[in-house]
Nanobody
Framework: QVQLVESGGGLVQPGGSLRLSCAASGSRTFFTIYAWYRQPPGKQRDLVARITSGGTTNYADSVKGRFTISRDNAKNTVYLQMNSLKPEDTAVYYC?????????WGQGTQVTVSS
């Protein structure tokens, strides 16, 4: 059994910053790929950023230059630093971890960007 627990969401004003964390525990704690997805109200869940075990990163065009994904393998944790937040970044953010054919999801954390 694998658990992914996200934290760090909340309410922030436009232009502000938040850092999301996702800690893995359970039967597996090392994953080849970590990713963050988000799902705005009434819309589909989309990829925000991903990072491989070697540190290669990819970002959605909408967050390039504003968000940074990183991982700390010693702490079994992946982070998403979000700067210059916009109202359109409002969504539930989900952590995703993959190893081989297996993929796991966290429960999600709400990020609301509003004045």
């Amino acid at each position: 059994q694998v658990q992914l627990v996200e934290s760090g969401g909340g309410l922030v004003q436009p232009g502000g910053s938040l850092r999301l964390s996702c800690a893995a525990s359970g039967s597996r704690t090392f994953f080849t790929i970590y990713a963050w997805y988000r799902q705005p109200p009434g819309k589909q869940r989309d990829l925000v950023a991903r990072i491989t075990s070697g540190g290669t990163t990819n970002y959605a065009d909408s967050v390039k230059g504003r968000f940074t994904i990183s991982r700390d393998n010693a702490k079994n944790t992946v982070y998403l630093q979000m700067n210059s937040l916009k109202p359109e970044d409002t969504a539930v953010y989900y952590c995703n971890a993959a190893f081989g054919p297996n993929t796991y999801w966290g429960q999600g954390t709400q990020v609301t960007v509003s004045s």
